[in-house]
């Protein structure tokens, strides 16, 4: 048995994600929030996971409840990380944030604690020097929806010891995650790295008016057999996470991109979350057999 | 109806495999090859396109005896010509062998037969000056095994009449494909404008020693529900298709991911076609359900 006490600091979509499976997996899973406020928000969110967990894994009302038992919140960084075997920051991708919670976890946790990253932009690279234990630290990343989509990545920093990946095979298991190895580091991980250019070449067709995004979405469904096309995925990822993406680069077609995105956003259009995107739900037009006909 | 009498000219993979679709759909398709041999190979090819067929649609002995019925060969250029509605050309991606067709083509044919090409590399603004009809040519582009990967783009040149374009999407449901509709000319069309940037992101993520393949693989599918992940495609459309794709590009990554897909070809690792490229065939590791967890 791998890590049984877990710390997930930080309970948004992600964080409250990870500690909701990790406590369905029977590890001790703690939510750390600054805020009451926060806390509460997390406790929100965990409810909707217990329904989505509910349905994927056909749990019983017993195993819901053992869940439940196993998911704690304190709002108290020192007693989150007392007796803690491994802590999971998920905090927001702000390095500040994420530096002043390294500090602090730093001067409060066991030295010997271990603390991964689940940052989607940041290496461990990036924030080693801040943890105070550059050898104890890697980065760990979950994708949304870790019921379903169930990848754990693992990826070590240069200074990570040679034997902490490993360890992270069996606990990704354990939580019902297929773990994947990582052998560099790498922006995006290997995700992110494939997806990202993906959906931006999916997106330059679209801006520069070349064919709809319903076309694009039927002709990547029919040529590979996929679920679902490129502007399904900005649906299911929300327009604003889309918008973020072509924002943050500097080139003019991102830019335009970027602008494309905000038009449909001011207009109401974020996708899954308000019912409406590029397509309507809850039945979107692509779920439809006819579609691909 | 549209087009009934479809001469293909070139019976290689995609045109043996558009013309046996237009005449297992009620088409006049007849394949036009320079030579005897080439049409050899092509009736052999159709053979194998014809079981594949059969399976996928269920097709009875009577519907197969009429496909072939409906499915003539000629080395005569003015015979393929004579009377065709429409001419689709599925030539080698060479500018001097298309050159010379639409030369010859435009000698021999009515001058209000229609033609298009199915290059995946070229636009019809490149080939259109060698037709003699640039308002009566476009570009329309199948995928390969197109009885399954049924998606028929189109995408008009800026000459190209502008009803044209509209007279392919009956035409394009009358032969069981789907019409995908490109509004401006565009460099691999909708699917490899999207393919190649994908494709490409893998691959780095394996020449550089970030992931295994099968990791690689592992993590799209399950994050994106696809059958299939990219190595997993290499495999499919053959390891010297992605070698050329990349020995195509001048760019340092490109090069070195092709002297590493090169290697593999001369260990005979091709893929489906020699059995073994990233998986082994006919039972490759991904289809196991297993490969997910």
Do not use: C
């Not at 991708?93 to 991964?116: G, H, M, Q, R, S």
């Not at 330059?204 to 679920?227: C, F, N, R, Y």
């Not at 979350?273 to 590029?278: A, L, R, S």
């Amino acid at each position: 048995m791998s890590y049984q006490k877990v710390t997930v600091a930080g309970g948004g979509t992600l964080g409250s994600q990870i500690a909701y499976m990790a406590a369905f997996s029977g590890k001790d899973a703690i939510i750390w929030g600054r805020s009451e406020g926060s806390l509460d928000r997390a406790k929100a969110r965990v409810a909707r996971w217990e329904e989505a967990v509910k349905d994927y894994y056909e749990a019983s009302q017993e195993e819901l409840d053992a869940a439940q038992a196993h998911l704690t919140y304190t709002t108290s960084l020192e007693d989150a990380l007392s007796g803690a075997d491994l802590v999971i920051e998920a905090l927001p991708e702000n390095i500040e944030t994420k530096k002043d919670f390294y500090e602090e976890f730093d001067k409060l946790a066991d030295p010997e604690t271990i603390v991964v990253t689940n940052s989607s932009t940041m290496l461990a690279s990036d924030l080693a020097e801040f943890t105070g234990r550059a050898d104890k630290f890697l980065g760990y990343h979950f994708a949304n929806t870790i019921w379903r989509n169930n990848t754990a990545e693992i990826m070590a920093g240069p200074e990570t010891d040679a034997d902490l990946a490993e360890t992270f095979i069996d606990f990704s298991r354990e939580i019902k995650m297929v773990p994947i190895m990582v052998n560099k580091e790498q922006h995006g991980y290997i995700l992110n790295a494939m997806l990202v250019p993906f959906l931006g070449a999916a997106t330059e067709l679209w801006v520069k008016g070349v064919a709809e995004p319903q076309d694009i979405d039927k002709t990547w469904m029919i040529a590979t057999g996929s679920p679902m096309g490129p502007f399904a995925v900005y649906d299911t990822v929300g327009l604003n996470t889309a918008y973020e993406i072509h924002n943050g680069k500097s080139d003019e077609a991102s830019q335009y991109a970027a602008k494309k995105f905000k038009e449909r956003i001011d207009e109401g259009l974020l996708g899954v979350e308000t019912g409406k995107g590029f397509y309507t739900y809850p039945n979107p037009e692509y779920l439809d057999p006819e579609f691909l006909k």
